[in-house]
């Protein structure tokens, strides 16, 4: 493994949840985040009122495997938990979310607080 890389391993041991994210840096496990639970929304106003929601099916569509739901439209979407490449990511980055239209989500959770951010708008969790 290059000294300064990242990689995503789905599965880190044996007893892995399912859901579970392992994000690894230069051979060592800096951290494990799961990704929100099912029903989360993030509520914002950048270009009108805006309510943004994903899940992850459990049959994904080939690469395809998260839906992100923008205001009652479906867009399928890819996840993405090494979107930094070698750099370390911001405090609380859970997973990015490409969409087949080419939008990027990035989702968050620290401190208690969940977010999501589009652009340069931020989303907070509002259910």
Known sequence: ???SSWEHERICGPNQLVGVSCSIFNGRLVRVSAQPSKGVAY???????QRIEYHTPEQPDGEWDAVVTV???DIRA???YSYFG???PPRGFVVALLGEDHSE???FEDDGQRWL???D????ACD
């Open 43 to 49: 509520c914002g106003e950048a270009a009108g009122k």
């Open 78 to 80: 890819m996840t993405a």
């Open 71 to 73: 205001n009652g439209t």
């Open 86 to 88: 070698k750099t370390l």
């Open 105 to 107: 989500y990035l989702v």
């Open 1 to 3: 493994m290059h000294s």
């Open 117 to 119: 951010e589009f652009g």
């Open 121 to 124: 708008s931020r989303y907070d």
